[in-house]
């Protein structure tokens, strides 16, 4: 991985990006694709997409969602403390006790998230499971003016935001999910953008999937893919109270996720592996038999239809302040996908067949 990669996602990381509030990271985004293509721009909803060869045949499709779950303004007390609801989903449990951010039109503003110590507690409620309604950010402020001054409802919130190298090729920090899977697509372009290509690339930076896999579906709209690559995280096994027996024996550093099942196309996958093992690269395989919650099941179902695959990132404690990923992993990913574009070409038919 070259430290011009390596950066790019240490600032993705550090960057806000709650969804239907992309606009900070995907600034970042262009910034880092514009030197590799041909073209980059933003369509109206606020997809990023960066392209290559657009006149050439079939169209490729890269999707990795750069929006991250956080929180919305909804309200500020006669004493200044600040109430929301979320964007996306939390277990309000992980907020307890959290640093915060609240992301103002004047800059960012510190926040805090907590309860009633512990002292304090009645027997019954520290049996309760606290919900979002019992908890508030408290920003310092004396009243409600002081805290409106600064903070308008709307507002987004976020975790705060920091990249914690951990032992080896290790980092934690909220965002992984899904900031991993926009690195992985974007740096997949570049590399592939080096090589002779036969096809048509499309990376998308896409919005809004932790409320709906949006984003994917308007890009769909717009590039009109034969093929298409959605990159997300997973959930690594290899952490205890996971079973294995369900989620599979997902390892941080044993390499990229290829998914296998009816949301993916059975000629992508086979060609995904192919490709791996060729290229010596590590990767693990996941099976799932429903319709994945990730920009896979709206590309896939994309008019009439398209050829998908599913490349995932193994993930710790995903939605959480402390999400954790291997740097290996997304290097490896976003190798692969370069080999995926470099060797598709107008004589692929990914059509299922019988025999």
Not at 85 to 96: A, F, K, N, S
Not at 159 to 176: A, D, I, N
Request: glycine share 10%; hydrophobic share 40%; with cysteine.
């Amino acid at each position: 991985m070259l430290d011009s990669a390596e950066q790019f996602f240490r600032r993705a990381i550090e960057t806000p990006s709650p969804s239907g509030y992309e606009e900070p990271i995907q600034a970042l985004v262009r910034e880092y694709l514009g030197p590799s293509a041909d073209a980059v721009r933003t369509d109206l909803h606020g997809n990023v997409i960066a392209v290559k060869n657009e006149s050439a045949q079939p169209r490729l499709m890269f999707a990795g969602h750069c929006d991250q779950i956080g929180m919305l303004v909804t309200h500020i007390d006669d004493k200044g403390f600040v109430y929301g609801q979320t964007i996306g989903g939390w277990d309000p449990q992980q907020l307890i006790g959290q640093a915060m951010t609240i992301w103002t039109d004047s800059g960012a503003v510190p926040a805090v998230i907590s309860r009633k110590p512990i002292h304090l507690l009645k027997q019954q409620e520290r049996q309760q499971v606290v919900e979002l309604e019992q908890l508030w950010l408290d920003v310092g402020a004396k009243d409600r003016d002081e805290a409106a001054a600064r903070i308008r409802i709307g507002d987004p919130v976020t975790l705060r935001l920091k990249y914690e190298p951990l032992m080896g090729r290790t980092v934690s920090g909220p965002g992984m999910d899904n900031k991993t899977g926009m690195w992985v697509v974007s740096e997949a372009f570049r590399r592939a953008a080096e090589k002779k290509l036969e096809c048509s690339l499309h990376s998308v930076s896409t919005v809004q999937e932790e409320i709906g896999l949006r984003g994917a579906k308007t890009a769909a709209g717009s590039i009109d893919p034969q093929v298409a690559i959605a990159v997300d995280v997973t959930h690594a096994s290899d952490c205890p109270t996971i079973d294995k027996q369900q989620q599979g024996d997902i390892r941080i550093g044993g390499g990229p996720v290829i998914y296998r099942g009816p949301n993916m196309n059975h000629g992508v996958v086979r060609r995904l592996i192919e490709l791996a093992e060729k290229a010596s690269l590590p990767y693990q395989i996941a099976a799932s038999g429903r319709a994945l919650p990730n920009d896979a099941n709206v590309l896939q179902l994309h008019g009439g239809g398209v050829a998908t695959g599913l490349v995932a990132v193994p993930n710790r404690y995903m939605h959480s302040a402390v999400e954790t990923i291997s740097l290996d992993d997304i290097d490896h990913a976003a190798e692969l996908l370069a080999l995926f574009a470099a060797a598709l070409s107008p004589k692929d038919d990914f059509t299922p067949r019988v025999g």
